[in-house]
């Protein structure tokens, strides 16, 4: 599945114009889409040396943060919209940043691999752990700490006290309503207070 068709599906959930801040943005190449795409602006968040000059170099406002430490440089409803794609899985503190993300925006998005798809569990089923295009790991050098389904999210968030405004899966660049849980290599959740 290609990383731009998940950009591509998920930028569709921002409005355009919003003001975003994306958690853990990597080398900044969602915020530049959706600055060239919606008209967007925001800052990316990112502890990775290399990734910091790449989202300098891409022309995207990027500030140099630990997650795990929170996000308490920023206020309530600071920002439209908080992406966190492909970051949770990797926080020490996933419910905190869960509810840190719908904090500082007004919407969270948030996407992850989906260990519960049905090539993963197959994978499990025959006594191996899964690597696969969302997960591309062996299990002894993942930078991972956890793995989680799209089931799991669901019941995170709502024990967080969050409001799930829309959930589905994508697989092949399609949106997975039906059975995301089993059809789906990533989850995305829509989040508010």
Known sequence: ????????????????????????????????????????????????????LACVQRGVNVIQLNLDEGLSIFEDASFDVVLQIDTLQHLRNAQVMLRE?????????????????????????????????RLPYQWYDTPNIRVGTHADLGILARASGLKVLDQFGIQDGETVRLLPNLLAGTSVYKLSL
């Open 1 to 52: 599945m290609s990383d731009l068709l998940i950009q591509q599906t998920l930028a569709a959930l921002v409005p355009p114009g919003s003001r975003v801040l994306d958690l853990g943005c990597g080398d900044g190449a969602m915020l530049a889409y959706l600055q060239q795409t919606r008209q967007c602006s925001g800052y990316g968040i990112e502890i990775d040396d290399a990734n910091v």
């Open 101 to 133: 993300t719908v904090r500082v925006g007004r919407l969270g998005i948030v996407a992850f691999p989906n260990f519960a798809h049905w090539p993963n569990r197959l994978s499990v089923l025959k006594g191996r752990m899964p690597v696969t295009r």
